[in-house]
């Protein structure tokens, strides 16, 4: 009994067996004047604790488009913002998301109007989650240069 190889079926059977799973950005999407669990999400968590929409990591970390309209790719960025009195006490607040745009450095800092801010972005899954500055290190943060 012969057999008979259909090779165009085995050649596409290879190339999705063989083929990698690409897998999205994943970055922290929040911002702490809604949302206080933004302050500090966990730097470390697990496939399972993503799923978990009951965990820090299952509410706030999002997958991040592919590519923007203009084609660039996804970057993870946080903004550390203090507001400036105009009346009220200075207030602090962060905000994590998935960005687009290119920064002139990893961090950079700014200051407009009545508000000062720290903008850094990173590239790995939930790299956005690094804590806000303590009380303590504003000054540091915040200082002119």
């Not at 669990?37 to 604790?49: D, H, M, R, S």
């Not at 799923?51 to 993870?76: F, S, V, Y």
């Not at 946080?78 to 009346?87: I, K, S, T, Y």
């Not at 000062?116 to 806000?132: H, I």
């Amino acid at each position: 009994m012969a057999v008979t190889v259909n090779w165009l079926g085995l050649s596409v059977a290879l190339m999705v067996l063989g083929a990698t799973t690409v897998t999205t950005l994943r970055c922290y999407v929040c911002n702490s004047d809604d949302n206080m669990e933004c302050l500090e999400p966990p730097k470390n968590f697990t496939e399972e604790e993503y799923r978990d929409n009951r965990t820090i990591p299952g509410r706030l970390l999002q997958e991040c488009p592919p590519k923007d309209e203009q084609g660039r790719e996804p970057q993870c960025r946080m903004q550390f913002l203090q507001v400036l009195g105009a009346g009220v006490p200075d207030y602090f607040r962060v905000w994590r998301e998935c960005a687009y745009e290119p920064q002139p450095s990893r961090c950079y800092k700014f200051s407009n109007g009545g508000h000062k801010e720290r903008v850094c972005r990173c590239f790995t899954d939930g790299c956005n989650s690094d804590p806000r500055p303590p009380p303590s290190l504003k000054d540091v943060l915040f200082s002119e240069d």
